[in-house]
């Protein structure tokens, strides 16, 4: 692929103060117990009163922080809108199907049919945006948003001058419920700030929604470069390890080139050993981030969001990270790794913006 | 110079028809697939007209060469008999000969299965079989389910844009062979029948209890259907590797949206002029080298208005031989697309339009009227397929005769 793709504006909604304010500034928010839920934030300042009223929870936080990212970036009307998701509205949909039943199929209500097609938030953001243009919502679990990501940087190099690419998931109590049947979630209820001292089958739940506005050239505002992006689907742990070392040499990176990695390792000890692959190369400092966002389909933009915050700032936010005891020594190149349930993997790698060579104008 | 992208393969499962053939022969017997539910629960199985594959899903497992193995939904059945299909037509033995990729498209993944057991599933005091079915919730199991059990290494994907889902998964598919990506990439969607997509749609009065009437002064709502439909494309320099017979090119395509309204078009068909105009300047052609659009013709009172404006807008007087063939397949959500867009390579090979079943009258809105009668040796060389959905998602492709 052709092309260079930057991180233009973002904005993330998480379980932590990711909103508004300054990111190094926000404490740690801690969760008890096994479900992390997104701090919202005041949508009034992004949605008119009457939609906000019919609008469900993942519907309010995708299309606000679709809204605060163009503003960061100082776009209006993006070049394309591209989203992944997991599972869509899980309240729309858990609400449908019950008043199916309730209602034995009559006088029903459309509003939360609506809703849970997976596309509507971004139908949504087109209409408030009034953008025309290419609208694409992947839905492939732990490749929904690498692949929102993966069409955004097809269509920059096909000559789209921006592009809004986003992921959103929420989690319900009752699809907390359901997928703990499944072995998802660990059986003993934690503090997420001691995730990684309880390596036992299944992680914790979580949920959130990042936009990022993509470019084709750099400015001085750039928060990062996205260099390098792949998908591996179950791929046995040989596979995954030479594909991070052919990953790191398509982009002309050392493994000690890698200053930081953002693994998405969550304790899970039915799935952590393909973390280890990280260890067979000497990368720089390992940074697990689930204790933050918990573990949902949509994770990895959650990390992508923290990567371009750090290259930007040029540090870590060290009370997020009690497990980092001083800043790493640069911050050039953050490799993030994560996958979901042990099925789709996924590497991305994150360069600081050079002022010097990248920049034109 | 990014290269052609060509269909060399096709499979699918519908209402009239097990395979392209059966599909086909349906087509040219002008046999609708509209009838009453068999396989559904539900208080309208008797009232609203559905276009339902053939089968009992047991059936289908058996078809699909899976009978007695767990966790195969409806939905990745129907997909799973198309993508069987597909490779063999393409002539593919061995899927892992050339790293493929997978795209597929899906409204609701496994629902039709899910919602029967949905509050056992919820319920903390019942246990059973039904727990097998909590990863089918979501739309990437079918997915996976048929990439797994035909071998399918490359890349994988699932996009739901409602209506306009598998046509998505087309262009997606085109673009990362142009890319460089794939050379090989299978797109299209599966869509089964559920309580839950009968009831939304009848809940926004989009249901018609009459076989639908696209285009018809008298229409009022679509009637849905399901299936499956899967595109074999390949890039120019592996069709030539392996010498493979090219069906069709899939030479232009566009996505637009209308950024008009969540679930209805603009009346004057904005979105819809704007993905048709794309897809044909991508793919070299004016409008006098259209010979046939397969429109997305749902039968509703919005989309039939809005899209007759736009082929209006674009063509004039001139308007190419249109028809919808959702009057047999029924409106099959993520799966029309991929349909449609084999029903536009067969309108190639075979030099065929398709009749616009059940029209009668022309819609005051508009001068233009689809073709009524299957027109046999007639010249298609360019086909646009459209397909439109909810959240103002408008796609149209372009399918071309190979002519070297």
Known sequence: MKGKCYIQGMAAISPQHTFDGDLLSQPMAVTQGNMLSCVEPDYRAFIAPNSLRRMTRVLKMGLAASLKCLQDAAVAVPGAIVTGTGKGSLQDTERFIKEIRDFEERALNPTPFIQSTYNAVNGLIALQQKCTQYNNTFVHRGFSFEHALLDSMLLLSEGKPDVLAGAFDEITTEHFFIKGRIGHWKKETISSDTLYEHVSPGTISGEGAAFFLLTQEATAQSYAQLSGLQMLYKPSPEKLQHALGQFLTQHGVQPEDIDLVLSGANADSNHQHYYDVLNSYALGTQLPFKHLCGDYETAAAFALWLGASFLKQQQVPLQWFPMLKEQPRSLRNILIYNHFFGEQHSFMLLQKVDQTVSIKG | ?404
């Open chain 2, 1 to 404: 110079m990014a290269e052609r992208v060509f269909i060399t393969g096709v499979g699918m499962i519908t209402a009239v028809g097990d395979d392209v053939a059966g599909n086909l022969q349906s087509l040219r017997a002008q046999q609708s697939g509209l009838d009453y539910t068999r396989q559904l629960t539900t208080i309208y199985k008797d009232v609203l007209p559905v276009a339902e594959v053939k089968h009992t899903t047991p059936e289908l497992s058996e078809i699909a060469g899976v009978a007695g193995k767990e966790g195969y939904t409806r939905t990745a059945l129907l997909g799973l008999i198309a993508m069987q299909e597909a490779l063999r037509h393409a002539g593919i033995t061995n899927v892992q000969d050339e790293l493929t990729g997978f795209i597929n498209a899906s409204t609701v993944g496994g629902m039709c299965d899910t919602e029967n057991v949905y509050f056992d599933i919820a319920d903390p005091a019942k246990t059973g079989d039904f727990i097998r079915f909590i990863d089918t919730l979501d739309c990437a199991d079918c997915t996976q389910r048929i990439a797994d059990t035909v071998g399918i290494e490359g890349h994988i994907a699932t996009i739901s844009t409602a209506c306009s889902s598998s046509a998505n998964a087309l262009m997606y598919g085109a673009r990362l062979i142009k890319a460089g990506l794939a050379r090989r990439v299978i797109c299209g969607g599966t869509e089964a029948l559920t309580r839950f997509t009968i009831n939304g749609f009848n809940s926004l009065k989009n249901i018609d209890k009459r076989p639908c009437m696209p285009f018809d002064q008298d229409r009022n709502g679509l009637n849905l259907g399901e299936g499956a439909a899967y595109l074999v494309l390949e890039s120019e320099s592996l069709v030539k590797e392996r010498n493979a017979t090219i069906l069709a090119a899939l030479d232009g395509y566009a996505n637009t949206n209308e950024a008009f309204h969540p679930t209805a078009p603009s009346p004057e068909g904005d979105g819809a002029y704007a993905a048709m105009k794309s897809a044909m300047e991508m793919g070299g052609c004016v409008p006098a080298d259209i010979q046939y659009v397969n429109v997305h013709g749902t039968a509703t009172l919005s989309n039939d208005v809005a899209e007759g404006m736009a082929l209006q807008r674009l063509f004039g007087e001139q308007t190419p031989k249109f028809s919808s063939t959702k009057p047999f397949t029924g409106h099959t959500l993520a799966a029309a697309g991929g349909i449609e867009a084999i029903y536009s390579v067969l309108a190639i090979q075979h030099q065929l339009i398709f009749p616009n079943l059940h029209f009668k009258d022309k819609m005051e809105e508009l001068y233009i009227t689809p073709e009524t009668s299957l027109l046999e040796n007639y010249p298609v060389r360019h086909v646009l397929s459209n397909s439109f959905g909810f959240g103002g998602n408008n796609a149209s492709l372009l399918i071309s005769k190979y002519e070297g």
